[in-house]
């Protein structure tokens, strides 16, 4: 083909994703924190490289396909390069602009400095490869979940009119069958998916090997085995098999009987099971930096002995500290390996949907934003269950049927989309809906109805407020009880569940264009954070979710009660409100069988008390404390049978002294009162 | 012999290279069985042009500013699941492909692509839709 008729295209348009890819790169220079700039960086050298290949200029299509590696590798960082990687990317926009330029003017193809610098990217990407250890897992976990679902859908197509003309009373026969792809195809793992794609008309393709999330890879070479489960013959079989475009080597033997219909089928499970997996696969680069971390830690444990030995106490402490943070960075290491991307779920939520959907007739797809956000496994099981709820409420209730949604000028199906991003150090889930959106009215009425809040209280609510009434048990909107849910068992258990785990769950919602739930969740169960608070004798735990101040106060601004004491907070004058204020003092007296009232423990305080102030499933309060010690990151375990039963704590933490201290359930512990 | 005549299929070409659409357009001009209908830069481009127009086939991009190739190549799919949808795609990009199929696409070319390679897999295309 004469490219030459383009060369004047290929010019203009290649400087031009040159010149933008300048101004993208002096917006990440300048400090711009958005992944925009860096996903518009990668789509122009990845133009770029296609045009060139294009019009057979090799060098600049080598040149601008290290580029795009390199942004390929810093897509999940939320936008920041680092210094090195962005000079070496204006030297790249610069080499290809002069490549670019050289080539409109005709010269030869080749260009000094382009084979250097594609050397010089090629050395940084080098070490990124062992160093980024988490690109490894989860980039394989991440392409392996939508293969999954490939799989899926192929094993699931609708049988065909071959397959249904052929008798149905009769037993489908199982064909084994084998092909290799042309080695001279392009793309041999989409030529392989489109072949099994073709030949899922004539029926359910079973037990594929290589899996099908392998195919993409570069281990594979082209065969492929698998079953066709269906009625059609094995003439029909082969012939179909070798009509297929650029496949070669096609075998089909019939093995046995396929059971027959009514007998239980074996499930056609592509999506890895129900749980997540309880073994890991690690880069062996993880092990060996493990490997490291422990025998620097032992070093500097020799380190610290020979000073305590020498009783040279600076230096001592000094050991010390190293060791400490060879401590830290170990289990900052073995942290990265518990974690999950949240990708790892998403086949199941699909299956969920796919099921919702069958069951009410809606229909419905999911969109992943932030699928590679990973998350400590603790969390992603914790996680799995509310989310599988909100899903199905958005199926069920938020979407809306198809006639509905019709009537309403919206697409058919609608779209459940699920946004993960890291926010500071909170994890936030959000489920949204496309659907009508919650009826703000209704819950209104229905509120006054059952008692929950009377006229004036719901005039002083927010909107938010509001819909986080459908979370009070036993409320629900539905109009009737259907299969899926709506027995007011719904949002409730969602918001139960996600406040165990010390995240918090907001409502928000537009009439007409959907409703969003979103789930603030900690980055892993493993580790909390906590106040530690001393009273008398005793440390707690108080976890920082459940806090919402720390404040000294004066005895003066407490205002003692019949039912017990109380702090005022917001507003002045007649707006004031009140919280109640319960001392740690007298919830912890009740364990002692005494009875120290909050009065009687802060009666005899001139000095200004500490107090939290906490804010649990909506119900504020203050607890006082003889001392906050401070705030730390503990690992909570859980109490375990009988002591589980004590409804005052939710787990213990081991302290750095050595002492125990158990973590309050604030909830429970008012419960005592 | 009766020489019927079949018509042209018509074309919507999806890529934000200006340079590749007009490559592919200037394939299909010349096969004489193909017509370059419209073009669109971008993938929310894409599916309004194909509601718009109603396209026999479209030629799909996978990486574009806006809305991507896979996520068009659905939303198309949803208001219209007999649509024939071809991704281009470059080496390298499998995982993508393969997702696309997944989605509903119904084949692929490579770029860099030969008019040949182009014009076989679009004649591979089914005459009827399903």
Request: hydrophobic content about 45%; glycine content about 8%; proline content about 6%.
């Amino acid at each position: 083909m004469d490219m030459s008729k383009y060369l004047g295209l290929f010019v203009s348009e290649a400087q031009e994703h040159m010149q933008s890819a300048a101004r993208e790169l002096s917006l990440v220079a300048q400090g711009i924190r958005s992944p925009e700039p860096v996903n518009a960086l990668f789509r122009h050298f990845h133009s770029v490289k296609g045009m060139a290949a294009s019009m057979g200029f090799a060098p600049i299509a080598e040149l601008s396909h290290a580029a795009e590696d390199v942004l390929d590798r810093h897509r999940g960082t939320g936008g920041a390069l680092d210094r090195q990687t962005l000079e070496m990317l204006v030297d790249v926009v610069d080499t290809l602009a002069d490549m670019i330029a050289g080539a409109s003017r005709g010269e030869a193809r080749s260009l000094p400095g382009g084979e250097s610098l594609i050397a010089r990217i090629r050395a940084c990407l080098e070490p990124l490869a062992s160093v980024d250890r988490r690109m490894e897992p989860r980039q394989e976990i991440a392409a392996a979940a939508p293969l999954r679902e490939a799989a899926r859908h192929l094993a699931h197509d609708a049988p065909s009119d071959e397959q249904r003309s052929a008798d149905p009373e009769a037993a489908p026969l199982r064909h084994a069958c084998m092909l290799t792809i042309d080695p001279a195809t392009e793309l041999p793992g989409p030529r392989a998916a489109l072949s099994l794609k073709s030949l899922a008309r004539l029926g359910v393709i079973e037990d594929l090997a290589p899996p099908m999330d392998q195919l993409a890879g570069p281990a594979f070479d082209g065969r492929i085995a698998f079953t066709l489960v269906s009625h059609v013959t094995s003439e029909e079989v082969l012939a179909a098999l070798q009509a297929l475009p650029e496949v070669l080597n096609t075998t089909v033997t019939v093995a046995a009987m396929a059971p027959l219909p009514g007998a239980p089928s074996p499930e056609v499970s592509a999506d890895g099971g129900e749980e997540l997996p309880t073994t890991l696969r690690v880069p062996t680069s993880s092990l060996d930096r493990l490997f490291d971390g422990i025998s620097e830690m032992i070093a500097r444990r020799g380190i610290l002995r020979e000073a305590l030995r020498g009783a040279d106490r600076d230096a001592a402490l000094a050991s010390l500290d190293r060791l400490s943070e060879s401590i830290e960075m170990m289990r900052d290491h073995v942290m990265t390996l518990r974690l999950l991307p949240f990708d790892q779920v998403v086949p199941r939520l699909n299956r969920a949907i796919r099921d919702v959907c069958r069951i009410t007739g809606h229909s419905g797809r999911l969109d992943v934003v932030g699928g590679d956000v990973a998350m400590d496994r603790s969390v992603l099981e914790e996680v799995l269950d509310p989310l599988m709820h909100l899903i199905r409420n958005a199926v069920d209730h938020g979407i809306g049927s198809p006639a509905a949604r019709r009537r309403r000028g919206k697409p058919v199906e609608g779209v459940i989309r699920i946004d993960v991003a890291r926010r500071s150090d909170r994890i936030i889930i959000a489920v949204e809906d496309d659907g009508l959106g919650m009826d703000l009215g209704l819950i209104r009425r229905i509120a006054v109805q059952k008692g929950y809040a009377t006229e004036a209280d719901l005039a002083r609510m927010s909107e938010d407020q509001v819909l986080m009434m459908t979370t009070i048990p036993g409320f629900s909107t539905a109009g009737a009880v259907t299969a899926v849910s709506g027995r007011g068992v719904g949002l409730d258990v969602v918001r139960t569940r996600i406040e165990a785990l010390q995240g918090h769950m907001t409502i928000r919602s537009w009439s007409g264009r959907g409703t969003r739930i979103e789930m603030n969740l900690p980055p892993s169960l493993a580790v909390m954070d906590a106040f530690l608070v001393r009273s008398r004798d005793d440390v707690l735990a108080v976890p920082a979710s459940s806090v919402a101040a720390v404040q000294q106060i004066r005895p003066e601004d407490i205002r003692p009660s019949h039912t017990g004491c109380y702090l005022p907070v917001d507003g002045i004058g007649e707006e004031r409100s009140f919280i109640p204020l319960v001392a740690l003092n007298e919830i912890l007296s009740r364990r002692d069988g005494r009875r120290e009232t909050t009065q009687a423990s802060l009666a005899a305080c001139r000095a200004p008390l500490s107090i939290l102030t906490y804010d649990v499933n909506g119900t504020r309060g203050a607890l006082a404390v003889d001392e906050i010690i401070g705030r730390v990151e503990l690992v909570v375990k859980p109490l375990g049978a009988p002591l589980e039963q004590m409804r005052a704590y939710s787990g213990a933490a081991l302290l750095n002294d050595g002492r125990v201290a158990l973590v309050l359930d604030l909830t429970g512990a008012m419960e005592l009162l | 012999m009766s020489h019927e005549k079949t018509h042209a299929k018509t074309v919507l070409i999806v890529d934000d290279a200006v340079f590749m659409r007009r490559m592919i357009r200037d394939i299909l001009a010349n096969s004489g069985r193909f017509t370059p209908l419209a073009e669109a830069a971008n993938g929310r481009e894409a599916v309004a042009k194909y509601d718009e127009l109603k396209p026999d086939l479209v030629t799909m991009d996978l990486i574009m500013p806006e809305l991507g190739g896979i996520a068009a190549t659905r939303e198309i799919l949803a208001r219209d699941p007999g649509a024939l949808i071809v991704m281009c795609s470059t080496m390298g990009q499998d995982t993508m492909v393969m997702e696309s199929i997944a989605a509903g696409a119904r084949d692929f070319i490579v770029k860099p692509f030969t008019p040949e390679r182009v014009l076989k897999v679009l004649d591979g295309l089914p005459l009827t839709r399903s």
